[in-house]
């Protein structure tokens, strides 16, 4: 039987190890930091400076108040505010459905082919998914025409009307989007110890009992990961209703959205103060609600 090493040459190798482990880290770790500082703080920083300032000097919040009267702002929060709780609302319950119904599919081929399918349209960028949905929104030549005609739509014009937009732009990012959390919460319920759904079953829990009383919770902290995420992003509402504009002819106005309206205010009004002041307002409201959903969902709570 080999001798036991000293209590000091196990400690020198544990640090060994950890220090080895701490480089490996940093090296990961310093190409993210280099590209967050050059493309997302810097960038924040100057767009604060221009908020603040008029031609160098200092103006304190009057480029904010400038853009609150503007008589285009709040119709664009309203429009956006609209579009975050029908998409948020579809996306949390859709895709922790799926997801549950596709970790229940015993055979391991057909739940890794639905995993992929689900996965496919994430793999197309936002501009290209929307130019597909211009087809498929369109019943002159959409495949689903029947569908679209038994609705009363005869005209791509008639779809993406004011009162249903934000319902039609929440499907086209729930279609692009929502396969990649199908996969993550997946990988969530993966997480959850067999130990544990067997007693649920031997205890007389079906699928829905199941879910609703194990997995779920469980998957409390990813639901918040997706919902901060998906916030954050559906904030920045920019391609979709830009493409929708142009093939629309103008009913879908070019203002539609905060970021629309702050490209306005940036590259036809040459007004890069304004456009900044929207900027922070959006990047205020996204790290508020951000904070609140991270402690509610106890992100980052230890199990």
Do not use: C
Not at 41 to 51: D, E, R, S
Not at 76 to 82: C, N, S
Request: glycine share 8%.
């Amino acid at each position: 039987m080999p001798p036991t090493p000293p209590p000091a040459s196990r400690s020198h190798r544990r640090g060994s190890v950890e220090r080895a482990q701490g480089r490996i880290g940093l090296a990961f770790v310093t190409p993210y930091a280099l590209f967050l500082l050059a493309f997302g703080l810097l960038p924040t920083l100057y767009a604060i400076y221009l908020a603040f300032t008029k031609k160098g000097a200092f103006v304190g919040f009057a480029n904010f108040l400038k853009v609150f009267k503007d008589y285009r702002f709040l119709p664009a929060v309203e429009h956006v505010g609209i579009f975050l709780v029908v998409w948020l609302v579809a996306l949390v319950l859709l895709v922790v459905v799926l997801a549950i119904m596709v970790h229940s599919i015993g055979m391991r081929w057909l739940s890794g082919t639905m995993r992929f399918v689900y996965y496919i349209p994430g793999a197309l960028a936002g501009a290209s998914s929307v130019m597909l949905w211009l087809f498929v929104l369109d019943p002159t030549v959409s495949p689903v025409a029947f569908l679209l005609e038994a609705m009363g739509f005869d005209s791509l014009v008639s779809v993406v009307q004011a009162d249903r937009l934000p319902f039609v732009l929440a499907i086209i990012a729930f279609w692009t989007g929502a396969g990649g959390w199908i996969v993550v919460m997946y990988g969530a319920l993966n997480n959850i110890p067999r130990e544990v759904l067997e007693a649920a079953r031997v205890d007389g829990a079906g699928p829905i009992r199941t879910a609703w009383s194990i997995q779920i919770p469980l998957m409390r902290k990813w639901i918040a990961y997706m919902v901060v995420l998906s916030f954050a992003g559906g904030t920045q509402l920019f391609v979709e209703p830009r493409v929708l504009a142009q093939a629309s002819r103008g009913v879908v106005s070019q203002d539609y959205s905060l970021n629309q309206l702050a490209f306005l205010y940036a590259f036809k009004q040459s007004d890069f103060n304004g456009s900044a002041a929207i900027s922070l307002v959006l990047l205020a409201v996204a790290l508020v609600l951000s904070i609140v959903f991270v402690f509610k969902g106890g992100l980052f709570e230890r199990a």
